[in-house]
């Protein structure tokens, strides 16, 4: 497969992500200021508990794999950021793995949340720095490639930093989603006397 082969269906699969975590805080605003939304979202979130952490699994392993691929398969060497991402995204795969294994949602919060939230973090300034590569400076060392340069950008703006942002928010999405067990509905709130 070409490069734009693989990567055309994974900006397909980010952008898919990226709706998901818009419908998710639509509803979690909305269920905040309405009572039908309320019980409509946490009816949703009964439904999807049960396949978020499988789902945030496979976003993962999903996002490994192109790693892997763009690094193997078409030869294109990380940048400095790449690696940072990797870093955070790596490890999440096992984790994720083994809590969806134990069915152990409350260790997967507690070791891939941070991890998460470091790599969105590093996604998000990556994407800025090759959106805006004037702005922001970053010395990537001798012989290393240029971290503002991207190989593609599907649709004109979805590339390889991109992937790794709706990856890292979807994860979260669905970990945050997820009710642990025992973890119940919100509740009304009582009303002040």
């Known amino acids: 497969m070409t490069l734009l082969g693989v990567a055309t269906p994974l900006a397909v699969l980010a952008l898919i ?7 998710a805080l639509v509803g979690l605003v909305l269920s905040r200021v309405s009572a039908a939304v309320r019980g409509w979202w946490d009816g949703l979130r009964d439904l999807v508990s049960p396949i978020a952490l499988p ?10 794999s192109g790693s892997l691929y763009f690094q193997f398969g078409a030869d294109l060497v990380p940048c400095q950021l790449c690696w940072f991402q990797r870093i955070c ?3 999440m795969v096992v984790l994720l793995g083994v ?5 152990d949602l409350v260790s997967a919060r507690l070791y891939a949340l941070p991890l998460g939230v470091v790599g969105l973090g590093l996604s998000i300034y990556h994407y800025l720095l090759e959106r805006f590569p004037g702005q922001i400076h970053l010395n990537c060392g001798a012989g290393q490639p240029d971290c503002a340069v991207t190989p593609f950008n599907i649709f004109g703006f979805v590339s390889i930093p991109y992937l790794a942002l709706a990856a890292f928010l979807l994860i979260l999405t669905l970990l945050l989603f997820a009710r642990s067990d025992g973890e119940e509905a919100w509740e009304e709130e009582p009303a002040a006397c």
């Not at 809590?99 to 069915?103: D, F, G, H, T």
């Open 99 to 103: 809590s969806m294994l134990r069915r």
């Open 17 to 23: 992500a990226d709706a998901i975590v818009l419908a």
């Open 89 to 91: 995204m790596y490890p």
């Open 55 to 64: 789902g945030a699994f496979l976003v993962s392993l999903i996002a490994v």
